[in-house]
């Protein structure tokens, strides 16, 4: 069974940082691809970053772009989200995501950006 085990979030200022965890297990963690979505409360689940598996590319949402970065350490078997000049725009839960012949989430941590 696949667990994806998130941490990390919190409350932070404007203009703040933050990097989330999600701990992966039951699965070979190198050949798998990884994403961080958030859901803001009345919003859709919005794709934030993914990275993949091998070679490890990335993509990001216009709206992070340039302010966070996705990255796996695969000893570890985890994949983070560093998170810089974070806006309150920002604030939801967030969940890492994975597939390994079916798809798997974590239980989201939340994150809220605020003065």
């Known amino acids: 069974q696949v667990q994806l085990v998130e941490s990390g979030g919190g409350l932070v200022q404007p203009g703040g940082s933050l990097r989330l965890s999600c701990a992966v297990s039951?699965?070979?963690?190198?050949?798998?691809?990884l994403s961080w979505y958030r859901q803001s409360p009345g919003k859709e689940r919005e794709l934030v970053a993914t990275?993949?598996?091998?070679?490890?590319?990335?993509k990001y949402a216009d709206s992070v772009k340039g302010r966070f970065t996705i990255s796996r350490d695969n000893a570890k078997n985890t994949v983070y989200l560093q998170m810089n000049r974070l806006k309150p725009e920002d604030t939801a839960v967030y969940y890492c995501?994975?597939?390994?012949?079916?798809?798997?989430w974590g239980q989201g941590t939340q994150v809220t950006v605020s003065s």
């Open positions: 990275i993949i598996s091998g070679g490890g590319s990335t």
């Open positions: 995501k994975t597939f390994w012949r079916k798809e798997y």
């Open positions: 039951g699965c070979t963690f190198s050949m798998i691809t």
